[in-house]
């Protein structure tokens, strides 16, 4: 069963960086994307990009300028780091697989597999 | 970029109901790329459905999905207890290749 567990610190201070590590388990991080995914307080989902484990990258362009996402085959684990954060930058943080799969000539994109979520406040 | 937009943004109803949720893109959206996900409270999201209309994995046949071009819909056929939660869907583009979700349909007990 894979499981996905989010790691860093709750509390960033503005114009600092938001860092989160993200653990796989019951799965290789090889062969597979890995996806960061976004939620501010009593708002809707935001896709923060995503990393094979090759380390090819995908990010959302709202954000692209200020992150970077990576990966640690041999700690199983991939990361997010986020640059200059404001007060727009709280939320909670999800980390989750994305499969591609292919069908019918075309491919299914969905994430299948999510961390339970790690709330991030940024404040002074 | 696509917008997707959910309606209503909150639909009561009672267990035993009938529940249609809409998902409007703003340009075409090729139906694989269409999923929908689940969202209780203090809860991560949960894959429902892929590709429009197939079924994750464990998921009860009481969920459904169907559409094709800029409209899609997610229907529960008959509500259970613990079907009232919030409800996303997800397009992936192409151009840019980005993830873009909807705004959200809370299901609320009547």
């Known amino acids: 069963q894979v499981q996905l567990q989010e790691s860093g610190p709750g509390l960033v201070k503005p114009s600092e960086t938001l860092s989160l590590t993200c653990t796989v388990s019951g799965a290789s991080i090889s062969s597979y994307y890995w996806t960061w995914i976004r939620q501010p307080p009593g708002k809707g989902l935001e896709w923060i990009g995503y990393?094979?484990?090759?380390?090819?990258?995908n990010y959302n362009p709202s954000l692209k300028s200020r992150v970077t996402i990576s990966v640690d085959t041999s700690k199983n684990q991939f990361s997010l780091n986020l640059y200059s954060v404001t007060a727009a930058d709280t939320a909670v943080y999800y980390c989750a697989r994305r499969r591609v799969v292919p069908a019918n000539g075309y491919y299914y994109y969905y994430m299948d597999v999510w961390g339970k979520g790690t709330t991030v406040t940024v404040s002074s | 970029e696509i917008v997707l937009t959910q309606s209503p943004g909150t639909l009561s109803l009672s267990p035993g109901e009938r529940a249609t949720l809409s998902c409007r893109a703003s340009h075409s959206v090729n139906s694989s790329y269409l999923a929908w996900y689940q969202q209780k409270p203090g809860q991560a999201p949960r894959l429902l459905i892929y590709g429009a209309s197939s079924r994750a994995t464990g998921i009860p046949d009481r969920f459904s999905g169907s559409g094709s071009g800029t409209d899609f819909t997610l229907t529960i056929s008959r509500l259970e207890p613990e079907d009232f939660a919030v409800y996303y869907c997800q397009q992936y583009g192409s151009s840019p290749p980005m993830y873009t979700f909807g705004q959200g349909t809370k299901l609320e007990i009547k």
């Open positions: 990393i094979y484990y090759s380390g090819t990258t």
